[in-house]
C-alpha cells in the first residue's frame, strides 16, 4: 500500500513566483491535513480539507495561501507570491476518518515538500 | 504560552540507557495525546498514542496526568536507532481536526 505521496520534495522558488504543493492521500483516504514546519520549529496546522470542501482553514494565512482537494486528483496547496519567509517544510497528512466520538483517528504524514525561496 | 511545551533536549545517553521526556499542555480540553517521532528532515510517524491509564509498547511506556496536564514517555535500553526528535502530540476534539504539536525533544543516543 502506498502512503501518503507528495511532490515534488524539494521545491525552490525566486521571492513573487508561485509554488505549487501537491498531495496524494493514502488510498481510500477522503481527509487531508496541510502542516508548515519552519526551521527550528514544531508543525502547525494549516488546512483540513475533505474531497470537494475546505472544513478548516483557521491556520492558513488569509493572504496567498489557498488549498484544494479536487474530486479526482491531488490536494494541492499553493502559495502565490512566495517571500523568504514561506521557506520551510510543508507536510501532508491523511486520515480514513474523524471520529467525533473518540477522536482517536490517525493521521498519516507524507515526506513533505521542502520549499526554498531565494 | 505555548500549547504543547517540550524540553528541547538535546538529551545524549548511553545505549542501554533509560531516558525519560515530559510534555505539558494548556487546554483542558485537550482529548487525544500521542507521542511522535521525527527523524532529520524527514515526516513525523506515530509512535504510540497515550491513554489515560498510561500504556506500554516494548521498550516505550506512555504516560498521561489530566490533572497535571502532563504527559511523559519513557524509553527502556536505548539503542542507536532510537536518535531521533520526539514530538508530543495533543488533540482538542471540539476543535476535530487539526494535531498541536510541540517543537520537540532531541535524542542522541551513543555507542
Known amino acids: 500500500n502506498a502512503g501518503v505521496m507528495q511532490n515534488p520534495r524539494h521545491l525552490v522558488r525566486r521571492r513573487g513566483q508561485e509554488a505549487r504543493l501537491r498531495c496524494s492521500p493514502v488510498?481510500?483516504?477522503?481527509?487531508v491535513y496541510w502542516y508548515r514546519q519552519l526551521p527550528e520549529e514544531g508543525l502547525k496546522f494549516m488546512v483540513y480539507l475533505q474531497k470537494e470542501n475546505i472544513i478548516d482553514e483557521s491556520g492558513m494565512p488569509k493572504e496567498r495561501f489557498s488549498a484544494e482537494f479536487p474530486k479526482e486528483g491531488p490536494s494541492i496547496l499553493r502559495i502565490q507570491q512566495v517571500v523568504r519567509g514561506d521557506s520551510a517544510a510543508y507536510f501532508c497528512a491523511s486520515s480514513p476518518i474523524v471520529s467525533w466520538v473518540d477522536a482517536t483517528d490517525t493521521q498519516y504524514f507524507g515526506p513533505g515538500t521542502r520549499l526554498t525561496v531565494l | 504560552r505555548k500549547e504543547v511545551e517540550q524540553d528541547p533536549g538535546p538529551f545524549n545517553v548511553p545505549e542501554g540507557a533509560t531516558v525519560a521526556f515530559n510534555c505539558t499542555y494548556s487546554?483542558?480540553?485537550?482529548?487525544?495525546f500521542f507521542w511522535y517521532r521525527q527523524d532529520c528532515r524527514k515526516e513525523p510517524k506515530l509512535l504510540m498514542s497515550v491513554y489515560s491509564s498510561g500504556n506500554e509498547d516494548g521498550r516505550f511506556t506512555a504516560q498521561l496526568n489530566r490533572a497535571s496536564q502532563y504527559i511523559s514517555l519513557l524509553i527502556r535500553d536505548s539503542k542507536l536507532s532510537d536518535s531521533a526528535t520526539y514530538l508530543c502530540?495533543?488533540?482538542?476534539?471540539?476543535?476535530?481536526?487539526?494535531?498541536?504539536f510541540g517543537k520537540g525533544t532531541s535524542l542522541l543516543v551513543t555507542p
Open positions: 502530540v495533543v488533540k482538542v476534539s471540539n476543535s476535530g481536526y487539526a494535531l498541536n
Open positions: 487546554n483542558s480540553a485537550s482529548q487525544s
Open positions: 488510498k481510500g483516504h477522503s481527509h
